[in-house]
């Protein structure tokens, strides 16, 4: 299984950024796709999931300002933020976790800077 993560960049303080993330290959489901972040020195931490049928687990640091979706039918999960914060800034990964095995993407960088 492959990911593919897109969307990252450079955005000023209360602007917003999508990013989407395809996955491909022999992909089972059930499954839980979603993101993680790694700011700058520091560990990994979640900040949204979907599993198939469409339950949601998210970071309080994000709820309210991120909404996780994902295309079934596409493998596709899509992470729409909206009100960034400096504190945002990180490394966005991507994580397929089909109940047995896990893949992670390329992480795709999200700075957050007037």
């Known amino acids: 299984v492959q990911l593919q993560a897109s969307g990252g960049g450079l955005v000023q303080p209360g602007g917003s950024l999508r990013l989407s993330c395809a996955a491909s290959?022999?992909?089972?489901?059930?499954?839980?796709m979603g993101w993680y972040r790694q700011p700058p020195g520091k560990q990994r931490e979640l900040a949204a999931t979907?599993?198939?049928?469409?339950?949601?687990n998210s970071a309080d640091s994000v709820k309210g300002r991120f909404t996780i979706s994902r295309d079934n039918a596409k493998n596709t999960v899509y992470l729409q933020m909206n009100a960034l914060e400096p504190e945002d800034t990180a490394d966005y990964y991507c994580?397929?976790?089909?109940?047995?095995?896990?893949?992670w993407g390329r992480g795709t960088q999200v700075t957050v800077s007037s």
């Open positions: 994580r397929l976790f089909d109940y047995v095995n896990e893949y």
């Open positions: 979907q599993t198939t049928s469409g339950y949601t």
């Open positions: 290959g022999n992909i089972f489901s059930p499954n839980i």
